[in-house]
């Protein structure tokens, strides 16, 4: 994939969940948080900021809600940043698991690429990660919802998690190649005080040099194993390091995803603790990245979309 690094201005538009994931800091059942949701107008201004300064994709990205005002929301937004950027903002969801009728309206209003976590690709591990009514079933589904709908797919697992034995990894990249994925954004689990997976972290505790080279093994072998698919170099990385996304995009990444929320509101949406970056503004953050991404030597794709070729072949066949 070259040193070639493509950005996404990620806007973290709500913290409100309808899921109780045991390891998440923004679950609907911690009462700690402040909830809020980002008016449309300043939704659309982030987004048309991170066409402005070059970013080329963005990422929205918000608990998940399925309710009908939700996905009317959401399509509007859609709407008016490809009308106010002439289309040429390539954009990305992460928006949970929806029905399939609700991926195909967002597809159709500009939404491309859409990016779902299988979390573990192992189903009893999956299970001891989430309440009952969580279903790995219907998440290996909606992935499958997403390809049928057109998108370019992305998911992703959490490296270092309580109970994760390195085989599950390795399992993990084996269901990348099965499922056939475009995209994969994956990093080091990082505990939350208050969730109940917490309770394990004494036991299950690693050291932020254990995280940090699970976390860039884990894209080494990835990228060795799928070369042409779009790998993200995560917060999580930075948070264990300053420098984590640049050693992310050494092992074999080529995306970052720099955040452009408004930071009024990035203090309460927190799923896991110390993220960084949630006092400095986008600007500060474009500056800071493309100096620290041009010292390692890669270059970044100012205005592309930067497409995972992936996606690409795999339609040929
Ligand atoms: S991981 Fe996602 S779906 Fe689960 S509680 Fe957190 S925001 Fe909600």
């Excluded at 159709?108 to 779902?116: C, D, E, Q, T």
Aim: positive net charge.
């Amino acid at each position: 994939m070259g040193t070639k690094a493509y950005f996404r201005g990620i806007v973290e538009f709500s913290n409100i969940c309808t899921k109780d994931c045991y390891y998440c800091g923004i679950r609907k059942s911690n009462r700690n948080v402040k909830r809020f949701t980002i008016p449309e107008e300043d939704i659309i201004k982030s987004a048309v900021w991170a066409y402005k300064a070059g970013y080329g994709s963005a990422v929205f990205q918000s608990g998940e809600r399925s309710d009908p005002e939700f996905v009317d929301m959401v399509e509007r937004v859609l709407l008016a940043v490809k009308e106010q950027t002439n289309g040429k903002l390539g954009i990305t969801l992460s928006l949970g698991e929806q029905a399939y009728k609700t991926y195909e309206r967002w597809r159709k209003a500009g939404a491309h690429r859409y990016l779902l976590r299988i979390e573990s690709s192992n189903s009893d591990l999956y299970k001891k990660l989430h309440p009952e009514d969580h279903s790995h079933a219907k998440r290996i589904e909606c992935l499958k919802s997403l390809r049928k709908a057109d998108y370019q797919v992305g998911t992703g697992v959490m490296i270092g998690l309580p109970f994760q034995t390195i085989d599950h990894l390795a399992d993990d990249i084996l269901f990348f190649k099965k499922i056939d994925i475009d995209m994969i954004g994956m990093g080091p689990f990082i505990f939350h005080k208050e969730t109940p997976l917490f309770q394990h972290s004494k036991k299950w505790y690693k050291t932020d040099k254990e995280l940090l080279t699970m976390g860039l093994k884990m894209i080494a072998a990835t990228r060795i194993f799928l070369k042409d698919v779009n790998i993200a170099s995560t917060t999580a990385l930075q948070a264990l390091k300053n420098d984590g996304r640049e050693l992310g995009l050494k092992a074999g990444a080529n995306v970052i995803m720099p955040n452009t929320t408004d930071t009024k509101y990035r203090e309460s949406y927190k799923l896991y603790e110390n993220k960084p970056c949630t006092d400095e503004n986008a600007s500060q953050s474009r500056g800071s990245l493309e100096k620290s991404i041009e010292s390692i030597g890669e270059t970044i794709g100012f205005n592309e979309w930067g497409d995972s070729p992936h996606c690409f072949t795999r339609k040929k066949f």
